[in-house]
């Protein structure tokens, strides 16, 4: 071959070169790999893909929270809020492992900062984000879309963040919505005061009451004009019992008055019939 041929010749040449340029650039390309590799390693992939049991943080998946799959969590940071929104903001501008980006721009285009606006109910509000997530499959305007809220709390901060699978049709995220907030959250480097709280999606049951969950009510109370007693409170079901009782009175007084009439309710309902 004709790297033999420049070992036993030990020629110099474009087409033989130098044995120690070779390896020179050899152990640049394995350096090169091993920083590659490394930087995968240190900041991983936001993306669950194929087999999301394999991958961290994908064992929240969602089905229809939102009508698509959608996550909602919130955490406590010590981080004044100017800083939490600085790291959010960061974060997905930088896109990370390419997959996020910061939304800004359109007409009309809000700001992210809400402190002129001075909110205090229900938080003291003080900053806005929205960003995307890209997967190699739903990508663009088809991207999961991300919301963020940043809330004064004492010194430090409240962050909300909100995932949706965009794309019409994703019932299920296959835990890619609370596997991207998770991720960005840990790229931002800050320290959380607290674990996330699951405020609504991210595969918790929806629509299903405490009082479900202890005990369900007796079959023939379960549900009263559609409504399950179990989401009724004592003056909702007050005010269900006292309509129903106006309607059998009313119902009672219309049959006597056509009875009285010469003719029944009976007979009325079938010469309509």
């Not at 800004?104 to 002129?116: A, E, F, N, V, W």
């Not at 005061?193 to 379960?222: M, N, Q, R, W, Y």
């Not at 009175?249 to 007979?267: L, N, P």
Request: charged share 20%.
């Amino acid at each position: 071959s004709r790297l033999h041929t420049c070992i036993r010749t030990r020629r110099t040449s474009f087409l033989c070169p130098n044995l120690e340029d070779m390896a020179r650039l050899l152990f640049a390309f394995a350096a090169l790999v091993g920083v590659a590799v490394a930087i995968e390693e240190a900041t991983g992939s936001s993306i669950c893909g194929d087999d999301p049991a394999k991958v961290p943080d994908c064992n929240h998946e969602d089905l229809g929270s939102c009508g698509n799959a959608c996550c909602v969590v919130e955490v406590s940071l010590p981080a004044a809020p100017t800083e939490v929104y600085a790291r959010v903001k960061e974060v997905l501008s930088s896109g990370i492992d390419g997959t996020f980006e910061y939304v800004t721009g359109g007409d009309p285009s809000p700001k992210d900062d809400l402190r002129p606006y001075k909110i205090d109910q229900p938080k003291p509000f003080q900053f806005i984000v929205q960003g995307r997530h890209n997967a190699p499959q739903y990508k663009g305007e088809n991207g999961d879309i991300l919301d963020f809220n940043i809330a004064a709390l004492g010194s430090g901060s409240s962050l909300r963040m909100f995932s949706l699978s965009r794309v019409h049709g994703a019932l299920g995220d296959a835990g890619q919505n609370f596997k991207t907030l998770s991720f960005l959250l840990q790229n931002t480097q800050l320290a959380p005061s607290s674990d996330f709280t699951i405020v609504h999606g991210c595969g918790k049951a929806i629509g299903v009451s405490t009082a479900i969950s202890k005990g369900a009510a007796p079959a023939e109370l379960s549900v009263i004009a559609g409504v399950p007693v179990s989401t009724l409170s004592f003056m909702a079901l007050a005010s269900v019992a006292l309509a129903a009782a106006a309607a059998v009175v009313t119902g009672r007084s219309w049959a006597a008055r056509t009875v009285r009439a010469g003719a029944s309710s009976e007979g009325l309902l079938k010469a309509e019939v």
